[in-house]
């Protein structure tokens, strides 16, 4: 979903539940889970519409249930091939839109959701239909920043792909590629960093002629991110580059001097990580071009490290707290008031990262 200003009526709908709409959909739910085999006369285009009205509604709640609905749908038990033939197509681009859901809890009811789709879609050789929709989306899921919907991928994936995960990429290295890049540019600053962790992946896995088609939009794609307000995207970018060198060093060459200057700027970070990252990108730039960039990097360490004595001293690390002995083991901060508390920055609930738009003003 685009970016658009918040309103208190727009995150009261985002946060809260609808009226009666949810219990109606798990009402549902338990009606075709109870019914079993003899609910498939049911099943038609008309159910399945109304289901899907509620997968894109604005309530993150109702989109959660409405995925529970489907994964109860999809799992009847004695469902006829007709059936799973004219509705499934429809069904798995629904699934799709789940795995993509910028709420957590929508992916998480999504990706039960899939996982009930594939394991009973007969015969078993027909799911291989309706990877290409999927599998990009279950691929990214794996380095998701919700540690459930995480692990619940993962174990997905190695279940769905039976140790074939490398090939079924290739064999579908278009759609992912292209939906990768379109993570990457998401308005939620987790999905933009688990973008640039599997476009990281794909350079160390995928082979090099199957990739390298691929690899002038991929690091254009990550130059974008390097300038990402949030810095587990700058990092997650930063390292990703510094893959594709080692792994595309002719391919990259192209890019090389802005992205040098953007792992420079990287080690100038205030947090740690990335400057750790910086420098491991630093030390696959020097592998993959040699003498060559090992002048310029020596040329910054010989201007750089004098510039240490001239640091100044942080004296206090919490500025902000007072630095008299704490009151029943409870500190105070120095300023008690409420305005410095408000129109501040945000902080995202899933992440320790800061709550940030794609983008950055500052360059």
């Not at 859901?101 to 015969?123: C, E, G, I, K, Y």
């Not at 691929?139 to 174990?155: H, M, T």
Request: glycine share 6%.
């Amino acid at each position: 979903r685009p970016y658009s200003p918040s309103t208190a009526q727009m995150i009261f709908h985002n946060t809260a539940g609808w009226k009666s709409l949810e219990t109606y959909m798990s009402a549902l739910q338990h009606v075709v889970v109870g019914c079993g085999v003899t609910f498939e006369p049911f099943i038609t285009s008309d159910l399945l519409e109304l289901v899907f009205t509620t997968l894109k509604h604005e309530n993150r709640f109702v989109r959660e249930t409405g995925y529970k609905v489907l994964a109860a749908i999809v799992k009847c038990p004695g469902l006829t091939p007709s059936t799973m033939q004219t509705h499934w197509p429809n069904v798995a681009r629904q699934l799709a839109e789940g795995l993509s859901d910028n709420w957590s809890q929508v992916r998480m009811s999504a990706s039960v959701a899939t996982r009930d789709f594939l394991q009973h879609v007969q015969p078993k050789e027909a799911r291989e239909d309706f990877l290409p929709t999927l599998l990009p989306a279950m691929c990214i899921n794996r380095y998701y920043v919700a540690e459930g919907v995480k692990l619940y991928s993962q174990e997905t994936w190695r279940e769905v792909t039976e140790n074939r995960g490398v090939e079924m990429v290739e064999e579908h290295i278009k759609e992912v590629v292209g939906f990768y890049i379109s993570q990457s540019q998401a308005s939620n600053h987790a999905v933009r960093e688990a973008a640039c962790t599997c476009i990281a992946e794909l350079g160390n896995k995928v082979s090099h002629d199957c990739l390298c088609p691929y690899v002038g939009r991929l690091v254009m794609v990550l130059l974008e991110c390097f300038k990402d307000d949030s810095w587990p995207v700058r990092d997650a970018a930063c390292l990703a580059c510094g893959n594709f060198v080692g792994c595309f060093p002719d391919e990259c060459r192209p890019f090389l001097d802005e992205l040098f200057q953007l792992f420079l700027g990287n080690l100038e970070d205030s947090i740690p990580s990335v400057r750790q990252g910086a420098a491991l990108a630093i030390a696959n730039v020097v592998k993959a071009y040699g003498a060559e960039m090992e002048d310029k990097v020596f040329a910054v360490v010989k201007e750089r490290i004098p510039l240490v004595e001239t640091q100044p001293q942080t004296q206090d690390l919490h500025p902000g707290v007072d630095p008299s002995p704490a009151a029943f083991g409870v500190v105070r901060r120095v300023s008690g008031d409420d305005a410095a508390h408000s129109d501040q920055q945000m902080y995202s609930c899933g992440s320790l990262a800061p709550k940030m738009r794609k983008g950055s003003d500052s360059g």
